[in-house]
T-cell receptor, first 111, second 116 residues
Framework: KNEVEQSPQNLTAQEGEFITINCSYSVGISALHWLQQHPGGGIVSLFMLSSGKKKHGRLIATINIQEKHSSLHITASHPRDSAVYICAVLRSSNYGQNFVFGPGTRLSVLP | GAVVSQHPSRVICKSGTSVKIECRSLDFQATTMFWYRQFPKQSLMLMATSNEGSKATYEQGVEKDKFLINHASLTLSTLTVTSAHPEDSSFYIC????????????FGPGTRLTVL
């Protein structure tokens, strides 16, 4: 079993729809990140969460530490939101801390 | 936000050659840089952690003699894929951390390596 799971794996939505992507993890973490990877490959960090909820524009991220679960919501989705969304958890290692990445959710928003 | 660059962005080489990929932090000093590999339709996998001035630490299953990492300064880390083979074709991404603030990693744009 992977340490970080995401669902769904693929998601197609119509423009304007409300979208939810889920992440669950099985290891102890110090923080969780939601990343966005565009088709060209570049990665942008959307949120860093250690508790509660954060909002940035049309994006909302929540985390429940007890349940080891996080969600990323996109309101009023737009074709430019089409990308791969990756959940990454920060955990301690012998050498400091490093990310463990989920498999990603490929989102396509159709006009 | 902090900017990390990678060079080259894309490289095609023949099997058996060595390829060097540079990762630079442009406007900050990176105490730590991470190297990741991403195969098509798969997620990122950590290859190694590189702390400035010390030897890189490699993840299990990553050959340190094949993937040479040098982090000689606080703004530059290099990954050299030695004697590249087609199975090394992948997307290589680095990230950089300011002053051991692992919570905040800044990703480079990635380098797509194709080995013929």
């Amino acid at each position: 079993k992977n340490e970080v799971e995401q669902s769904p794996q693929n998601l197609t939505a119509q423009e304007g729809e409300f979208i939810t992507i889920n992440c669950s993890y099985s290891v102890g973490i110090s923080a969780l990140h939601w990343l966005q990877q565009h088709p060209g490959g570049g990665i942008v960090s959307l949120f860093m969460l250690s508790s509660g909820k954060k909002k940035h524009g049309r994006l909302i991220a929540t985390i429940n530490i007890q349940e080891k679960h996080s969600s990323l919501h996109i309101t009023a989705s737009h074709p430019r939101d089409s990308a791969v969304y990756i959940c990454a958890v920060l955990r301690s290692s012998n050498y400091g801390q490093n990310f463990v990445f989920g498999p990603g959710t490929r989102l396509s928003v159709l006009p | 936000g902090a900017v990390v660059s990678q060079h080259p962005s894309r490289v095609i080489c023949k099997s058996g050659t060595s390829v060097k990929i540079e990762c630079r932090s442009l406007d900050f000093q990176a105490t730590t840089m991470f190297w990741y590999r991403q195969f098509p339709k798969q997620s990122l996998m950590l290859m190694a952690t590189s702390n400035e001035g010390s030897k890189a630490t490699y993840e299990q299953g990553v050959e340190k003699d094949k993937f040479l990492i040098n982090h000689a300064s606080l703004t530059l880390s290099t990954l050299t894929v030695t004697s590249a083979h087609p199975e090394d074709s992948s997307f290589y991404i680095c990230s950089a951390v300011i002053r051991f603030q692992y919570n905040e990693q800044f990703f480079g744009p990635g380098t797509r390596l194709t080995v013929l």
